[in-house]
């Protein structure tokens, strides 16, 4: 295009735009107008129709006082002026009117009002005005406007008749009507009267100078019956807005509003214009160097995808391990469950493998081992599983899981757990140590796909906790199972409420001295007095407050209680007489920094001799983490409390923690010589261990006695001290406090009471035991 026309080009484009919007603005502005001028005229005509409205009750006020006159009129009454209603008093604004009329009898005020309507009535008649009731006016009085109705009165004949007639003044009538609040709503009004025949418009009341053109103008109704004077004519109330219907400020606003758009959008166009010119010869620049950049492109492209795909797998993917996730598990099994109802596949089982000892690797040897040792695990799962279809994914830090699809029968999914387990068996090399975990699988076989994902993995979850409870390997999921997980659920979330509700209790089983029979300390142990389950033992509900986070509170109220019970005693005990309670401590309590400090505010608080506390410790509570235990026992130690190695004699480094830890007093576990068919080498082994604490300075208590022969065998061996049902089962603190104030010896039970008596479960102390296994994984560390 040659470039003169390409410039004459660029402004067609803003004339086009101009045009527009002054043709669409001026259509626009027309409809505004005639809007706003019909609504003005319909606000108008409201108004106006009002006002007229609240005239018309006035003028039939009138001419219904007029029709009263006249018929209440008595012959020879019309010689005098009208009487008011019900009295003999000469009423204002009436009077009577011959015939001829001619003012007959009206009040001295009234007479000049009265002669000249009368002069307009003669004026009326004689144009053959109608001789019924009629309404005249308003006529001009002087400075007044008067408006009058007149009714002829009933007589006898028919000869001419009397009027009665009743007239006001315009001034109040308007008043009344509101019309006067016209110039203050911004109108300008005018009253006049209309007559049809000589098409003549009287006006007598009006607020402009000139008469109202293009007004709103409504009709006055005269009340029924009566007749205008003139003949035919009515009353007319025109009104107008006094701006106009459309002010001419507001149109000339417009108008240069209008201007005003049509310019600024004009010359925005010719901007836009001329940017896009100018974009156009930019874009023509990038153009070349953009078909240098798409080659560049396509190779980030390329990358960004192979990105893409990393990022998926790892968004599916355990980073240590390469194996599936959670996310990417549950999918497919989602996806087998479709299948098996389609009778595309036959039976799956779902299996989740809990590592045994991942925590304890972890806490030994660091997190960096414990991921080794899941990869190492996850190979070899690979390996065990190669053979069939299945998939292998990484659930939880020690936990995994396997889909297995198109079993045979529900046996092979139990053949697949054993081959889980045998790939466990070789010890693992993780740094310098070599150890050997093992596995609990739980297992849950399905043979209908109208299960949901979530429930076929919680089934499998279920089995695994029971297996855990049972101490097996592998559990096989059955449906009673889920009570049992649902009692489990129950336990704990009533564990949590259980101190608030003052439902736990402790019950003290007497530590006698050997020689004497007589009452030296009690041990504490813990009940729960459950709403349901009635009184439950330790072995019911620790472990599950142990993994709840509650065994800190409930071992500090444990304290609470027996320093309280101690404070108690020692009041209530005669001077010098000595006793102890001991009490529990988990693993758990130890790793609590703020024990010492809270022992030490309730000593302080309740002032007993720490002599009368000792605490109780097992060599489980110490392997789990020898340093931290080490710092709080020393603290403990520091207090004044002594402490006691519990089950002594059934660990593997007893000899070593007696001389690490502060311990005064050992206990040693349920006597050798109690247990058949070993008496000779289980009475050497106790003689043994007593010999060694005596030779430590530690003072030997021994624990589970239930035979006399072997509290006195004990005794002949040198230890000084024990406890069993032989002497008393747990009973209540008030009843351990009287054997303390008697002083009387408990009596050996003889086999026929010991009988009826249950005995004392393996697990009775409020101390949460770690496994045997666990044990010998840290020992193997520490060599």
């Keep these: 295009m040659p470039q003169p026309l390409r410039r004459r080009f660029v402004w067609l484009p803003t004339l086009l735009v101009l045009a527009v919007v002054l043709l669409g603005g001026a259509r626009l502005l027309d409809l505004n107008v005639r809007r706003h001028v019909q609504v003005a005229h319909e606000r108008a005509t409201a108004t106006a129709t009002a006002i007229a409205r609240r005239i018309e009750p006035q003028l039939q006020a009138l001419s219904d006082r007029a029709q009263w006159l006249a018929r209440s009129a008595e012959p020879g009454v019309v010689a005098a002026p009208p009487a008011e209603p019900g009295s003999n008093r000469a009423a204002p604004g009436v009077f009577w009117m011959s015939a001829a009329d001619e003012t007959r009898a009206a009040l001295p005020g009234d007479r000049l009002a009265a002669s000249g309507l009368a002069a307009e009535w003669r004026a009326a008649d004689a144009l053959r005005a109608s001789p019924g009731l009629s309404l005249i006016g308003p006529v001009r009085l002087g400075s007044d406007w008067l408006l009058a109705a007149r009714a002829p009165v009933a007589g006898e004949g028919e000869g001419p008749r009397d009027y009665a007639v009743a007239y006001t003044r315009l001034d109040p009538l308007l008043a009344g009507s509101g019309v006067t609040r ?15 025949r000589s098409a003549r418009t009287r006006s007598f009341v009006s607020t402009a100078a000139e008469p109202l053109t293009d007004a709103v103008r409504v009709p006055i109704r005269l009340p029924a019956g009566v ?25 000339v606003a417009s108008v240069a509003l209008l201007v005003f758009v049509a310019w600024l959008l004009a010359f925005g166009t010719h901007d836009l214009t001329h940017a896009l010119q100018r974009s156009r010869a930019a874009m023509r620049g990038a153009h070349a160097r953009l078909h240098g950049l798409r080659e560049r492109l396509a190779v980030e492209i390329r990358e960004h995808h192979a990105l893409k795909e990393t990022f998926d797998h790892e968004r599916f993917h355990d980073p240590f391990t390469g194996l599936p996730n959670r996310r990417y598990f549950m999918d497919q099994v989602d996806r087998a469950l479709r299948d098996l109802r389609t009778k595309r596949r036959s039976q799956l089982a779902v299996l989740v493998i809990d590592i045994v000892r991942f925590k304890l690797v972890n806490d030994m040897l660091g997190h960096t081992a414990g991921d080794e040792l899941m990869v190492q695990a996850a190979r070899r799962f690979e390996q065990a599983t190669a053979e069939r279809q299945a998939v292998l994914a990484r659930w939880s830090g020690d936990q995994f899981m396997l889909l297995v699809m198109d079993l045979p029968d529900g046996e092979a999914a139990g053949e697949v757990a054993r081959r889980l387990l045998e790939a466990l068996h070789e010890p693992f090399q993780l740094r310098r140590h070599r150890l050997v975990v093992s596995a609990t699988v739980g297992i849950t076989s399905v043979t209908s ?88 033992t330790p072995d019911r509900f620790l472990r599950i407050a142990e993994e709840a986070g509650l065994m800190v509170p409930i071992t500090r109220w444990i304290i609470l209680r027996a320093v309280k019970l101690a404070l108690e005693w020692q009041q209530r005990l ?6 102890y309670l001991t009490v529990n401590l988990s693993p758990a309590a130890l790793r609590d920094p703020g024990l010492p400090a809270y022992l030490g505010g309730l000593l302080r608080e309740h002032p007993v001799p720490p002599r009368h506390l000792k605490f109780e410790v097992t060599e489980a509570g110490l392997i789990s983490n020898a340093g931290a235990a080490r710092e709080a026992l020393d603290q ?16 593997y480094s007893s000899l070593s923690y007696l001389q690490l830890f502060p311990f005064d007093y050992v206990k040693i576990d349920r006597p050798f010589v109690n247990r058949a068919g070993a008496d000779v080498a289980n009475t050497g082994m106790m003689a043994a261990l007593v010999q060694m604490a005596n030779s430590l300075k530690l003072t030997a208590i021994a624990e589970l006695i239930e035979t006399e022969e072997a509290a006195k065998a004990l005794q002949e ?40 008596v249950p005995p004392l479960p393996e697990d009775d102390s409020p101390t949460l035991l770690i496994p045997e296994e666990e044990i010998q994984l840290a020992l193997n560390q520490q060599r």
């Excluded at 109330?237 to 002010?247: D, E, Q, R, V």
């Excluded at 403990?636 to 660990?651: E, K, P, R």
Aim: with cysteine; proline share 6%.
């Design 574 to 579: 005669p001077a010098g007489r000595e006793f």
């Design 636 to 651: 403990l130690h520091g207090l004044g409390v002594q402490l006691m190695l519990d089950d002594f004699g059934t660990g």
């Design 717 to 756: 061996m040198g230890c000084e001290y024990g406890q069993g049902y032989l002497f008393s089962e747990p009973i209540e603190a008030e009843l351990a406090l009287r054997r303390l104030l008697t002083g009387e010896p408990f009596e050996p039970q003889r086999a026929s009471d010991t009988v009826a």
């Design 227 to 251: 007749t205008a004077v003139p003949a035919d004519s009515y009353l007319q109330l025109a009104l107008k807005p006094h701006s106009g219907w459309y002010p001419r400020s507001q149109f």
């Design 182 to 196: 016209l110039l203050a709503q911004g109108y300008v009004f005018e009253l006049a009267q209309v007559e049809p």
């Design 449 to 536: 796909g109208q299960q949901r994902a979530e429930d076929v993995v919680r089934e499998a979850d279920i089995a695994l906790t029971v297996a855990k409870k049972q101490d097996s390997k592998i559990v096989l999921y059955a449906p009673s199972m889920a009570g049992q997980a649902a009692n489990l659920v129950s336990l704990e979330a009533d564990l949590h409420v259980a101190l608030e509700r003052r439902e736990l209790r402790l019950l003290f089983q007497p530590i006698v001295d050997l020689k004497t029979y007589q009452m030296v300390g009690a041990e504490a142990l813990l009940r729960w007095r459950h709403p349901v389950e009635n009184t439950l």
